[in-house]
């Protein structure tokens, strides 16, 4: 069925370094594609999408890119911040509706 | 807008008793919500999907008697633990989805999350 595979362990860096996190999917046809955040103690909030291949999804600073010939949609940013501290899901859209999510990675940056 | 809100936030209660967790959208009607369980440090897990006025569609595995859920209205959804024992402890988290379109055009499969309620059960 439909999944989503992120990189595996946690993530530590430094502050104002840049972040990469893998993510590649198995689906039939192109789902829409997600990459949601959640702080601490909090649940998730919508970070950035794309619905159709080579759609770039933006905003706060990180980017992905739906590639549908790697099937994959890695999180990036250039220089993070110790706010960005939280772990981050890749989830992509099934064809019932529903979410289907990654493992998640916890990223940790340090000042 | 598009805010989703649960309660309580954090819950301590003694095995066999009953908990009852609210999922509210705040400013558009969900005519679907759905119902996440999460394990630290792992990812969400659904539960059961909800559509206003009917039975819930409960995932493979998951205890339809023991998770009971009510969407009786377009914007309340709740979920009961029943007998709750020590292994129900976790991190409940919903989410709901609306029509769509709107001012702010949303899409109508877009998730909202509620900020999750602790269950831990003594």
């Known amino acids: 069925g439909d999944s989503v595979t992120q990189m595996e362990g946690p993530v530590t860096l430094s502050e104002e370094a840049c972040l990469t996190i893998?993510?590649?999917?198995?689906?039939?046809?192109?789902?829409?594609l997600f990459w949601y955040v959640q702080y601490p103690g909090e649940g998730l909030q919508l970070l950035l999408k794309?619905?159709?291949?080579?759609d770039k999804g933006s905003n706060k600073g990180f980017e992905a890119t739906y590639r549908k010939e790697t099937t994959s949609f890695h999180l990036e940013k250039g220089s993070v911040q110790v706010s960005d501290s939280a772990v981050y899901f890749c989830?992509?859209?099934?064809?019932?509706?529903?979410?289907?999510f990654g493992k998640g990675n916890q990223v940790v940056v340090i000042p | 807008g598009a805010v989703v809100s649960q309660h309580p936030s954090r819950v301590i209660c003694k095995s066999g008793t009953s908990v009852k967790i609210e999922c509210r959208s705040l400013d558009f009607q969900a005519t679907t919500m759905f119902w996440y369980r999460q394990f630290p440090k792992q990812s969400l897990m659904l539960m059961a999907t909800s559509n206003e006025g009917s039975k819930a569609t409960y995932e493979q595995g998951v205890e339809k008697d023991k998770f009971l859920i009510n969407h009786a209205s377009l914007t309340l959804s709740t979920l009961t633990v029943t007998s709750a024992h020590p292994e129900d402890s976790s991190f409940y988290i919903c989410s709901a989805r609306g029509p769509g379109g709107g001012r702010a055009k949303v899409e109508f499969y877009e998730q909202f999350f509620g900020p999750g309620t602790r269950l831990t059960v003594l």
């Open positions: 794309a619905t159709k291949a080579d």
């Open positions: 989830a992509l859209l099934k064809g019932n509706n529903r979410l289907a």
């Open positions: 893998n993510c590649t999917y198995t689906a039939t046809g192109y789902p829409s």
